[in-house]
């Protein structure tokens, strides 16, 4: 029992740590172990080649200075000849004269035959009103004019009968007149054979009612004379009226096809189509909005000048266009014209400042810039887009007048 104690705990007791390190060493070979016995041998560092202290801040800084000299130099030249003869604004945009085109008849759109964005020609045709009801408002006042010609072609022949019913009732006159000349001299020679006691009573009498007979006659006569010229003159007179229902009627056609013409909406210049209001089948009434024409060859651009600018422009100085849509470009124009007031004047809510609350703010006033139709369609400009204006003060017309001299 003891031994098996003992050697249980020979076994469970841990052996000290010297006694390893003895036996590890131990193991290895004697070269070795005089190697690792033997004191390291240290090399002295090699010490890195010094640099000259500010050598780089002695060339770099005459650089800068240098640089910056240039810099000075090339702006202040710049500006000495040409930057201070220059007048610059970037409040300025395209503009052009859109034309908004509504419908001067009203109607179901039957047909539209451009598509957005595209360019058309002066006199194409944008939009088609169904034209069914005009063609026929055409057609009956074209009816009318018909049968109111026939009027007059009917009243026109009736004239030359009229006039002849005058000469016949002249010839009837004229007989009656020489029937009581002869009734009359019948009569006096029978009141002359009677005096004589000649002639009968009897004679006499028939001589008397012979006479007042054709009296009687050369009146009647007279009067269907007169009648027969009454007559010519109310058929003259319906002929003019007749006429004059004809030219109302014609005034009436007149209107009736300019309405028809109406339903075709036309280009009224050259331009891009935009903004369609409507679509083929929508009901459109005079005056509806059916899309925008934007002319090509008329942009300008409206510069907004600060008052304290305006005495350095006039009509007719050169103009450089910096477009932001176009990189790299710079297009020329000119002053056209200066606006007669500033923006705020032509506002829709004019700013009052005798309400008390006061506040000096520089005021800007529109200047047009012409823009040659070649550069407008070289570059695709289009009205909106953002312009830098720099306007050349030294390009003043000879003999123009600035507004501060």
Do not use: C
Request: proline share 5%; no cysteine; glycine share 6%.
């Amino acid at each position: 029992m003891t031994k098996v104690a003992r050697a249980d705990q020979d076994q469970t007791t841990p052996a000290p740590a010297s006694a390893h390190k003895d036996e590890v060493v131990s193991l290895r070979p004697a070269e070795s172990r005089k190697a690792e016995d033997a004191p390291a041998r240290t090399e002295p560092p090699v010490a890195a080649p010094q640099k000259p202290k500010g050598s780089k801040k002695r060339i770099l800084l005459p650089i800068i200075g240098l640089a910056a000299l240039a810099g000075i130099g090339y702006f202040g030249y710049n500006y000495w000849t040409v930057g201070r003869f220059m007048v610059s604004t970037d409040d300025a945009y395209i503009q052009a004269d859109v034309t908004t085109l509504v419908a001067k008849a009203s109607g179901y759109v039957a047909k539209i035959p451009v598509k957005d964005n595209s360019r058309v020609k002066a006199g194409d045709v944008l939009a088609q009103i169904d034209p069914i009801d005009y063609q026929l408002a055409v057609q009956s006042a074209q009816n009318k004019i018909d049968a109111e010609q026939a009027t007059i072609d009917r009243i026109a022949a009736q004239i030359p009968a009229s006039q002849a019913a005058v000469q016949q009732a002249q010839a009837q006159v004229t007989s009656a007149q020489a029937t009581q000349v002869r009734t009359q001299a019948d009569f006096e020679r029978a009141q002359a054979l009677a005096a004589r006691d000649f002639g009968s009573k009897q004679a006499l009498d028939a001589a008397r009612a012979a006479r007042d007979s054709a009296v009687a006659g050369v009146a009647s006569a007279q009067a269907a004379l007169a009648q027969a010229q009454a007559n010519i003159d109310v058929t003259r007179a319906q002929q003019k009226e007749a006429s004059a229902a004809l030219a109302e009627l014609r005034t009436a056609l007149e209107s009736a096809r300019r309405d028809l013409s109406f339903t075709e909406i036309r280009a009224p210049a050259d331009g891009t189509v935009g903004n369609r209001a409507v679509d083929v089948g929508s009901y459109v009434t005079t005056g509806s909005r059916v899309m925008a024409l934007v002319p090509t060859s008329t942009l300008y651009v409206s510069a907004n000048f600060k008052e304290t600018q305006l005495a350095s422009l006039v009509p007719g100085q050169e103009v450089e266009l910096s477009i932001d849509a176009v990189r790299k470009v710079t297009v020329k124009g000119h002053v056209e014209s200066i606006a007669p007031a500033s923006g705020s004047v032509f506002s829709l809510l004019p700013v009052e400042n005798a309400t008390g609350n006061f506040t000096k703010i520089v005021q800007r006033v529109p200047v047009r810039i012409a823009v040659s139709a070649a550069d407008a369609e070289k570059y695709h400009l289009r009205p909106g887009l953002s312009v830098v204006a720099d306007v050349d003060t030294r390009t003043t017309p000879a003999g123009a007048d600035r507004p501060g001299e």
